[in-house]
């Protein structure tokens, strides 16, 4: 009867039939993903997950309660127009209704980015920002006013953006050949309403890739435009609906607070240790997907892997984040002319967003205080812990004296993904590196060893974005799905306890 059955009729057929028993390590997007397209490929999943939640670095904080207070995303915000995959993934989980536009940094004219002259409103920052640039110019050199304009904006983005080691290049190379460059190119047409005050640099370095191709700098004008751009989305209700959704569709289990400890490759699969509270258990699988950050797993034991493979855990380079956000008694901001966006404050706090009030405004608003990430240790972290809320305030308070005012904060919630144990960074990068460099470490992170598979954000070709967690997820699956079966397959996820505790 099977005989008619279309190719990937026949797949699911011979799959129904041999099916395969897959362990998942992390709840996060990329193994959420990967064990949803597994069942529905027909194969048996189970997920270990040493955190109490899912959803990893997507995580979203509900103040005054989750169910209707105000929410602030302390992992990722924000999905830019191209991730296609994410958008898609939105639709299939029923979550299209609630996407929204995400304003963005310097969206709205009274946002305030940090100059030498002071926090000025972005709608009055031009003068400063061009002053400033013409004194560092060269005295023998005349440039357009509008290559100025453009030039004081780009420094001004970037170092909003870029961590401050990078900054220096920045200003180096516009002080030298890019600023030529910007001055053979008519930047007229993206002034904003037509007035030479200021530049609509998302436009302009989408129109002018040829620009940012010449500067070392590439990476950084790839992120002011993805930072500025105006088709940032994000989810009313919050991002981590995404994962939730994911996890209410699996039909096996996510088994909460298993920490991985050792992962041991073997001919025959791969023995997987697991430590709930003091107990540790050791594990025979037939199939694992590893979806942990290599900045975690290089604290696993492992054995059974290739030199090759334990240079690449070892190596990824990961950077820390740090996001503070603050629970107001009312969106202070709003009557102080901010309906949106993104400051640029500067000093330890980095940006400030202004996120909208979708809950009951009596239960008041979240501020999403700090935001920062980069490759420095981040400095905010180490300010002890009873003391970082005071400094962040006292720092945002500048620009927001609001802030200071009796009974206007309400809570405040850190989190810290560098020194959070479950992912020691905010994201892998591959910053600098060539394309070539950048496919070769990415293949090398995904390549399985025996069947133990790789995925997460570092397995992907969108580092450091839900997309990249999507992306190597499904690639995994479908290795799974394609890869031989195992010589005798296990036919349990049983974990046996090992005697004398602790590994
Ligand atoms: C501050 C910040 C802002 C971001 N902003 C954006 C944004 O705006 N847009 C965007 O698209 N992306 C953003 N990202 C990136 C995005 O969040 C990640 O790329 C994505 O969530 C990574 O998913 P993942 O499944 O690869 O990894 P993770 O989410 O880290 O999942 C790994 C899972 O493994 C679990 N785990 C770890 N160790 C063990 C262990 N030993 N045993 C068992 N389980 C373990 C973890 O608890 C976690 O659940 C941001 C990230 C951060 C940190």
Redesign the pocket.
Known sequence: MHTNLLPADAARWRTRRNPKRVTV???????LVAAYELERLGHSVEV????LW?????RTHGFAGRARGPLAE??????PAS?HR?MQWIDRLGLSDRVRQFRTLFSDDGNFLETPAGHRRVRDASPVLVEEFRRRLPADRSYRDESVLCAAWLTASVNAVAPGAFQQNLHADLNLELLDLLDGIDVRPFLVDGAAERVDLNRFLANNAGFAARSRLQHFFDDITTETSSELSRLEGGMDQIARRLADRLRGPVHHG????GLHVRDDGVVVETRRGLATAASHCDYVLC???FS?LRG?RLTGFDDAKLAAVHDMQYWP?T?IAVHCREAFWERDGISGGGSYTGGLVGQTYYPPVESDPLLGAALLAS?R?GPEPDALVKVPREKRTRVVLDELSVIHPQLTEPGMVLDVVTQA?GEDA??LG??SVRWSKDIVTAEEERALAAQPQGTLFFA???CSSYP??????IESGLAAAQEIHACAPVAQPVRSHGYRRIPGGAA
């Open positions: 390590i992390g709840a996060g997007v990329a193994g270990l997950e040493s955190r899912v959803g990893g670095r997507v302390l992992g990722a915000m924000r999905i991730h994410t298993r920490k991985v400890v979806t942990v950050p975690v696993i984040a996001k935001y990430i993904w479950a992912s905010g994201a997460g954000e570092h450091a974005w839900i997309e990249g967690a």
